[in-house]
């Protein structure tokens, strides 16, 4: 950080606002939180938190989808796949989740996030309730077979530079809140798997 930056961030002061987070969560009625999947490339995490959000809205909760391809198309069209940019994307997911939580939402997060000490940064800004890492575990050799993107082909022939699995590395998570085997069981029965331990800890 430079002394400019320094500078700047003394002189900036918080701001308390009338309405708080607690007189939101009241109206919406809901336990917000940040539902975080975790996994390689094709392990299925767009489609659950997609099919999961979906499931959740249809129960009248208010909901959001944070995805990796879509949130680099815009905030983060800045950065590129090297471990210094996807440590920098993580932070600011892990900033704009926060925000969700704040404003009572329920916040799904798609990203590759392969590093483990990224995970638990995010994790440490909101209440200990309020993360949930589901790890979207499906061996690589499947994640490459289903290769939705056509990228794990460009990968091998060279064309895409640290990808991860292959020529980046991928930490999975070590003691994450549910683990969901998408290589042994369908769509459906992962979802419910969810949903289920999403009710057993009473965050629906
Ligand atoms: N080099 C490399 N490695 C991995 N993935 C790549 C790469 N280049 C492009 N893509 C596409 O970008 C998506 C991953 O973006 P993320 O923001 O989730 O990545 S990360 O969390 O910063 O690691 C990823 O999406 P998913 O396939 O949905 O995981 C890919 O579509
Ligand atoms: N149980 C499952 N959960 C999620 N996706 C699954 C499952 N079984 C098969 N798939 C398929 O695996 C692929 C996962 O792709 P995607 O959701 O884009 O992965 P990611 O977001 O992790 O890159 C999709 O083609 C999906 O239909």
Redesign the pocket.
């Known amino acids: 950080m430079t002394d400019e930056n320094n500078d700047r961030s003394t002189n900036v002061v918080w701001h308390e606002h009338r309405v708080a987070h607690e007189d939101r969560v009241q109206r919406l009625g809901q336990k917000p939180g940040i539902l975080w999947f975790t996994?390689?490339?094709?392990?299925?995490?767009?489609?659950?938190a997609d099919a999961l959000e979906a499931s959740l809205f249809e129960q009248g909760r208010l909901t959001y989808v944070l995805d990796g391809d879509n949130i680099r198309h815009g905030l983060n069209r800045d950065l590129g796949f090297t471990d210094e940019a996807r440590v920098e994307n993580i932070r600011r997911i892990g900033e704009v989740a926060k925000l969700f939580v704040d404003a009572g939402v329920i916040v799904l997060t798609?990203f590759i996030s392969p590093f483990r000490a990224d995970r638990e940064i995010v994790r440490s800004l909101v209440e200990p309730d309020q993360f949930i890492e589901i790890h979207?575990r499906a061996p690589l050799d499947v994640c490459e077979q289903?290769d939705?993107k056509g990228l794990y082909k460009k990968a091998r022939a060279g064309e895409i530079p640290h990808f991860t699995g292959i020529d980046s590395p991928y930490e999975a998570p070590e003691d994450p809140e549910l683990i969901v085997d998408?290589a042994d069981?369908?769509?459906e029965a992962?979802v419910a798997q969810i949903s289920d331990a999403l009710r057993e800890r009473g965050m629906i």
């Open positions: 996994g390689l490339s094709g392990s299925g995490k767009s489609t659950l798609a979207a289903r939705p998408t069981h369908g769509l992962c």
